[in-house]
């Protein structure tokens, strides 16, 4: 029979603020791109990645194409990336009409396996993508290294892992180019959006143009544009509406950040040691988690799942293995670790409208067997 009170598998945080910042913003003349998207980019830049170029935009895939489009990715470029990911850090690469090189993941931790990324680089790549799969930071030194004995950037896919540190340092401040995720079941909703980090801050003016058609917009508005555009852009602009979520989510991101945290570690506590599962990125030191998901490897997949239905509980595998989307046909490559986890992983509940004793529900059905 299943639970009354249902325990879904993602549940948006839109913080105390958010309703009085909103309010705000609607009341003014600026609902579009403006004010409130400059003060959300200059205060993400101060707490997530300091020194360095932020660059708003509608949505993490946007922020990663133009990642992609200022990395000078262009038409049989070669990139190394993961072949597990969501689709969006990958479809963009498609526009670009690179090939895709797909890299096998490291089974304890599904992020790309350095090892793998090492003997896929040749002098036809043009970048390297990691992503920091669930919330945990890939292996970035190793990642690092390759790209610069290669002389090749580093784009991270870090959609999942907003307040996550590797080595002690923060994860927007790693790489060439880095893209944070605020779509709506992200640790800092603004509906849909993105944050661009760039390593280097002269290319921001670039990707301010890009974002929105070619144009420059500071210019415009200051009366001194010269009325040309030289470059192909986009519509990637954030919005203030968007902003004001963003900037009350801010506000409290140290608390949700914990909080999650918490729902994680009481997970790593009651499934560790348990027969026919492993817990996916529990047992790093070196690195901070973010605790976006809580993933682990199961065998009969399909029978837990249904226990947990069975107990109100949702899960899912979430994210799937993109050589197999018809859009990448033609990609080759050997994934010894993706073969063999293929089946096994699933994603349980973890958000801010859960408890500690809801992560208990779940880890005692789960503890039952199935």
Known sequence: MKDANPLVLFHPHVPAMASKRLLETLQTRWIGQGPCVDEFERRFAERFAPGRGAVAVSSGTSGLHLAYVLAGIGEGDEVVTPVFTCIATNIPLLYQRAKVVFADVQRDTLNVDPAHVRR??????????????????????????????????????????????????????????????????????????????????ALRPKAARLRWFGIDREGKQAGIWENDIREIGYKYQMTDVAASLGLAGLEEFDATLRYRQRLFAAYWDALQGLAGLEFVGGRCTDREHAAWTCT???????????????AGIESDPVHYRNDRYSVFRGTRGSFPNMDAIEEKYLVLPLHTKMSVEDVGRVCAAIREGW
């Not at 992503?131 to 580093?154: A, K, S």
């Not at 682990?296 to 069975?310: C, G, N, P, T």
Request: net charge positive; glycine share 10%; charged share 25%.
């Open 120 to 201: 896929l680089v040749t002098e036809r790549t043009r970048a390297i993508v990691c992503v920091h799969y669930g919330g945990l930071p890939c292996d970035m030194d190793e990642i690092h290294t390759i790209g610069r004995e290669w002389g090749i950037p580093v784009i991270a896919d870090a959609a999942h892992a907003l307040g996550a540190t590797y080595r002690g340092k923060r994860i927007g401040a790693l790489s060439e180019f880095t893209v944070f995720s605020f779509q709506a079941i992200k640790h800092i909703t603004t509906g849909d959006g993105g944050m661009l980090v760039l390593s280097n801050p």
């Open 296 to 310: 682990v490897l199961v065998e009969r997949r399909s029978d837990l799942q249904r226990k947990l239905r069975e």
